[in-house]
């Protein structure tokens, strides 16, 4: 009678392959698991938290795109203000001056070309050949003249003009009896009102004249 067959796994050379098998076999395992660590898959979370954490620097920037256009726009305000603050300092300077030339009209400091002086009445002029009287009789910036010698003789008409404190006269005097000299004033009235000072021209002469008031 045959002897029974034996396993292959029943022999050493079986027993040791076997064992070599699953050595292999758990080897492979660990690899395939990182250590036997199934939690080493995918992680969607942190790939998740790295797109928040993305979305949160483009939140950035844009936050600060939005500060840099409102500084630069209270800039631009500060500077428009800044400006019409200078415009309206420059303004109420030249009102001021204005109103400083104003006072000063209405003090009586300036005298304007449109104010009219007052020279009606009689007014003395001495020479070396004696002293005359003109006689002014004004009518608003005109003036009508007499001229009379010491004795009273009437020697000399004509008329004139008053520009504010300045008189030209323009009269004639007869010369000889045979003829008549023409002569010319630029006078200006004093401050006082009782002077008037000035040259006049005759004959292409200038000679100085002043008359004061009787």
Do not use: C
């Not at 395992?29 to 992680?43: D, S, V």
């Not at 483009?58 to 415009?87: F, G, H, M, P, T």
């Not at 003829?179 to 006078?187: G, K, N, T, W, Y």
């Not at 009102?193 to 008031?213: D, H, K, Q, S």
């Amino acid at each position: 009678m045959s002897e029974p067959q034996k396993s292959f796994f029943q022999t050493f050379t079986g027993v040791i392959t076997a064992i070599t098998s699953l050595i292999i076999a758990v080897t492979g395992l660990y690899a395939a698991t990182g250590g036997f660590n199934f939690n080493n898959g995918p992680k969607p979370a942190a790939k998740l938290v790295g797109n928040l954490s993305e979305q949160d620097h483009q939140k950035q920037l844009q936050a600060l795109k939005r500060q840099k256009e409102l500084d630069d726009l209270r800039i631009n305000q500060e500077k428009q203000k800044l400006l019409a603050e200078q415009e309206l300092a420059a303004l109420r300077a030249k009102n001021n001056q204005a109103d400083t030339f104003a006072e000063t009209i209405n003090g009586n400091n300036y005298t304007q070309h449109n104010i009219t002086s007052n020279i009606n009445g009689r007014w003395n002029y001495s020479n070396q050949v004696g002293t005359y009287v003109f006689v002014f009789e004004q009518n608003g910036n005109e003036v009508f003249l007499q001229e009379y010698d010491s004795y009273g003789n009437n020697v000399g008409n004509g008329s004139g003009v008053v520009q504010g404190t300045n008189v030209l006269l323009n009269w004639v005097e007869p010369y000889l009896f045979v003829m008549s000299l023409q002569i010319e004033a630029e006078l200006t009235i004093g401050s006082q009102g009782n002077v008037l000072n000035g040259y006049m021209y005759a004959e292409g002469n200038t000679l100085p004249i002043t008359l004061f008031r009787q």
